[in-house]
């Protein structure tokens, strides 16, 4: 994986359409447990409201998650077209809630659902959008004669965390999980002794770029 494209913080949009209020907010989101818990943290948050539908895609580890929930809205009015809309944008790692409180005048299907997708489109907007590229980090066992020399290596391709000194040198680093493979080939072949140990932490993805 290499660039993903997603929203840079917590997003907020409040629409009405014939008497109905909708209150959309976009959350990024690591992995589907945190999708989850936004979910029903907004359901709780607004237990009078006639539905809280929502829509999700998280990507990660090569595996694409997707769901949307019309809760209890005509079915196909509400939760897809706000996927679509994370579709459309390609978004990732996204959740959208939208809250809706009926207003007294129904809006049909279509209405319903251009509602839906407008509220999605502005709390999306307000987040705003970026790039982004998934790192991890990972610990390095040098002896100190070869310590230098893989310090040079990771000058183009990662960032020094941490260095911790004893017997032989432990060096932690945080790279672009894309080049990971390539590092560990390159410092395998130029020190076979060296142990790279990949660090099980929850995967950063910092910002590369903001699109307008």
């Known amino acids: 994986m290499s660039l993903i494209k997603t929203i840079h913080g917590n997003g907020l949009a409040i629409k009405v359409f014939k008497k109905s209020r909708f209150i959309g907010k976009a959350f990024p989101v690591?992995?589907?447990?945190?999708?989850?818990?936004?979910?029903?943290?907004?359901r709780q948050r607004y237990p009078d409201a006639n539905h809280n539908v929502f829509a999700y895609r998280i990507t990660g580890d090569g595996n694409l998650i997707m769901k949307y929930d019309d809760d209890g809205e005509p079915s196909g009015s509400s939760g897809k077209p706000v996927f679509k809309v994370l579709e459309l944008k390609g978004l990732d790692n996204v959740v959208v809630i939208i809250t809706r409180y009926f207003g007294g005048i129904k809006l049909g299907f279509g209405g319903l659902s251009?509602?839906?997708?407008?509220?999605?489109?502005?709390?999306?907007?307000?987040?705003?959008?970026?790039?982004?590229?998934?790192?991890?980090?990972?610990?390095?066992?040098?002896?100190?004669g070869n310590m230098q020399f893989v310090k040079h290596m990771l000058e183009n391709c990662a960032t020094i965390l941490d260095e911790h000194y004893s017997d032989v040198v432990e060096i932690v680093v945080v790279i672009a999980?894309?080049?990971?493979?390539?590092?560990?080939?390159?410092?395998?072949?130029?020190?076979p002794e060296t142990n790279i140990i990949r660090v099980k932490k929850k995967k950063e993805y910092p910002v590369v770029s903001r699109i307008p």
């Open 114 to 144: 251009r509602a839906y997708k407008q509220t999605a489109i502005e709390a999306i907007d307000d987040a705003g959008i970026v790039e982004q590229r998934p790192t991890k980090e990972i610990k390095i066992i040098v002896d100190y």
């Open 177 to 191: 999980e894309d080049k990971i493979g390539e590092l560990e080939k390159l410092i395998n072949e130029k020190i």
């Open 30 to 42: 690591a992995d589907e447990t945190e999708a989850k818990r936004f979910v029903e943290d907004i």
